[in-house]
């Protein structure tokens, strides 16, 4: 795979758990690091070991404040714009703040990536733009209408995004991550994601809680193909796979009731207890879809995307780093 090497990229949401994540690799690669990030949801133990890195610099700094964009957009090549307030339900709960940072925060990156005359800004868009469209798998040019505040968010950055193309001649890629999990995902919180809050209930002996039936399903991306694809967008030359967006996921679906018997299964290998612990079932969530697969094809076609981890296969990694970092 083609690599940004010995480049200045701007993460924003770097304390986060895909930011963090993206930190790292990146300075591997002798790139210079600039982590944006107001420790809304982000955290400093995800990047506490990269604060001496003679190449990584840390902005406490809110994207809804333009002069903090500005500043740290000022000499990047790249900006892979993480920052936002993820969750639905958080979405129904406040949508004032949600539609504050990831739409008006979002509009103040693109203009701070336009002055600062990047070379591209990699966005992470979201599957709910999916909305209700009931199509399986999702192809990036079928969505559906919005079923959260949080989806009409990650909506209008896409409709934003192209229209900086057309205007300013900003390049932009669009990312739609389909739930994405993996090392340094948050298990604490109202809003934490299924497996963390799964593995750590899990591992604290309690019974997992299902909304619904748990024949929803959903497709799990680990971690790593998420950084391939973020690596991918930035390396992107050819002008067809540019200013477009591309769905971020494994391309396989698996059912709740199916993840939490993987997930039993590889704690178990730890702790034999855990294979008797029974899930408990209750009512669906307001704005969740059933179902959630990606088409992988326009990322394979125009990026040479090719994930390396299946849903199993970055599971095990998962509770691996769960069991050793927060048992
Ligand atoms: P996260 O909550 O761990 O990371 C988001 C980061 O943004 C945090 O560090 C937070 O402190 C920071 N942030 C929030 N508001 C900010 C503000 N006003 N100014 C500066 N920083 C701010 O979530 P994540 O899972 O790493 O998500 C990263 C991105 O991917 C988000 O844009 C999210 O919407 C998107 N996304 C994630 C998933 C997923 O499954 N995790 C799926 C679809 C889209």
């Not at 994207?63 to 969750?87: E, P, V, W």
């Not at 999916?130 to 950055?157: M, R």
């Not at 389909?178 to 604490?188: E, L, M, Y």
Request: proline content about 4%; charged content about 20%.
């Amino acid at each position: 795979m083609k690599q940004i090497e010995n480049s200045t990229i701007l993460v924003t949401g770097g304390a986060g758990f895909i930011g963090s994540n993206l930190c790292e690799y990146l300075l591997q690669y002798n790139n210079k690091v600039v982590c944006l990030d107001n420790f809304a949801t982000g955290r400093t133990v995800n990047i506490q070991h990269l604060l001496s890195h003679p190449n990584f610099t840390l902005i406490v700094g809110d994207i809804r404040n333009l002069s903090d964009c500005h500043k740290a957009a000022t000499g990047a090549d790249y900006i892979l714009h993480q920052a936002a307030l993820g969750s639905v339900p958080r979405s129904i709960n406040d949508p004032i703040t949600t539609n504050d940072v990831n739409v008006s925060g979002f509009l103040n990156m693109l203009v701070a990536a336009r002055d600062a005359k990047i070379k591209k800004m990699v966005y992470a868009a979201s599957s709910s733009t999916y909305g209700d469209s009931e199509s399986l798998p999702k192809v990036e040019d079928v969505i559906g209408k919005p079923l959260s505040p949080y989806a009409i968010t990650k909506y209008v950055n896409e409709l934003y995004a192209t229209i900086f193309q057309r205007t300013y001649g900003l390049n932009t890629i669009g990312l739609r991550y389909f739930n994405v999990f993996g090392r340094k995902q948050d298990p604490n919180g109202a809003y934490a994601a299924v497996i963390p809050k799964f593995v750590m209930q899990l591992m604290d002996h309690q019974s997992p809680v299902i909304n619904g039936d748990g024949n929803y399903s959903r497709d799990f991306t680990y971690i790593d193909n998420v950084i391939q694809m973020n690596v991918l967008a930035m390396a992107a030359e050819n002008p067809e796979a540019m200013n477009t967006v591309y769905n971020t996921a494994y391309g396989d679906r698996t059912t709740l009731n199916d993840l939490i018997a993987s997930l039993k299964k590889y704690l178990s290998d730890f702790d034999p207890k855990i294979a008797t612990i029974e899930t408990i079932y209750g009512p669906n969530r307001v704005g969740d879809i059933p179902h959630s697969l990606a088409s992988i094809d326009k990322a394979k076609n125009l990026l040479g995307y090719q994930p390396q981890f299946s849903m199993q296969q970055g599971l095990k990694e998962a509770v691996a780093w769960y069991w050793e970092n927060l048992k």
